[in-house]
T-cell receptor, first 109, second 112 residues
Framework: GQNIDQPTEMTATEGAIVQINCTYQ??????LFWYQQHAGEAPTFLSY??LDGLEEKGRFSSFLSRSKGYSYLLLKELQMKDSASYLC??????????WGAGTKLIIKP | DVKVTQSSRYLVKRTGEKVFLECVQD?????MFWYRQDPGLGLRLIYF???????EKGDIPEGYSVSREKKERFSLILESASTNQTSMYLC???????????FGQGTRLTVV
């Protein structure tokens, strides 16, 4: 079966750095997405990785290792507004998105 | 950016009612998807459509149907609502096969 694993909840301090991991087992691979979802709102796109390596976009970076079935989202200089759930999703060989359950990130002052 | 709009933010319906959830997007030749989101679970695909009149079952189609009469509109229908269909429903659109999805604001449906 297809599976996406990510931690259920993480806590970090304002101004710090946090890394949210995602491991996957899917039938084929056509890219990995990260989305941010604030409570009660729709997910919004953060990043897309299809090749190995690090993609940097401001305070957020995303890393992919296809051989290890592994990705992480790195958030720097954390702000209170970064408190949200972060969803990892993999596009399989049929171009269908397989979603993780999401990681709830709690930022403390 | 693709703009995706869902007709209702909150809905309360009675068991056995027929429920329509509407979704409209503003780009032509769009792929459209209906998901439900429940605590502790990832988004689960109900139905999707790559073209007008075209629909495909996702992972959990039972109890649902869809309609896509026009490219910009993709409707989710609960034929006879049940309490286990209480959930957050999310509509999404994409511009290509492996591009990011743009979501509507979600409809929180409660079936009583």
């Amino acid at each position: 079966g297809q599976n996406i694993d990510q931690p259920t909840e993480m806590t970090a301090t304002e101004g710090a750095i946090v890394q949210i991991n995602c491991t996957y087992q899917t039938s084929g691979f056509n890219g990995l997405f990260w989305y941010q979802q604030h409570a009660g709102e729709a997910p919004t796109f953060l990043s897309y990785n299809v090749l190995d390596g690090l993609e940097e976009k401001g305070r957020f970076s995303s890393f992919l290792s296809r051989s290890k079935g592994y990705s992480y989202l790195l958030l720097k200089e954390l702000q209170m507004k970064d408190s949200a759930s972060y969803l990892c999703a993999v596009m399989d060989s049929n171009y269908q998105l397989i979603w993780g359950a999401g990681t709830k990130l709690i930022i403390k002052p | 950016d693709v703009k995706v709009t869902q007709s209702s933010r909150y809905l309360v319906k009675r068991t056995g009612e027929k429920v329509f959830l509407e979704c409209v997007q503003d780009m032509d030749h769009e792929n459209m998807f209906w998901y439900r989101q429940d605590p502790g679970l990832g988004l689960r695909l109900i139905y999707f459509s790559y073209d007008v009149k075209m629909k495909e079952k996702g992972d959990i189609p039972e109890g649902y149907s869809v309609s896509r009469e026009k490219k910009e509109r993709f409707s989710l229908i609960l034929e006879s609502a049940s309490t286990n269909q209480t959930s957050m429903y999310l509509c999404a659109g994409t511009t290509g096969m492996n591009t990011e999805a743009f979501f509507g604001q979600g409809t929180r449906l409660t079936v009583v």
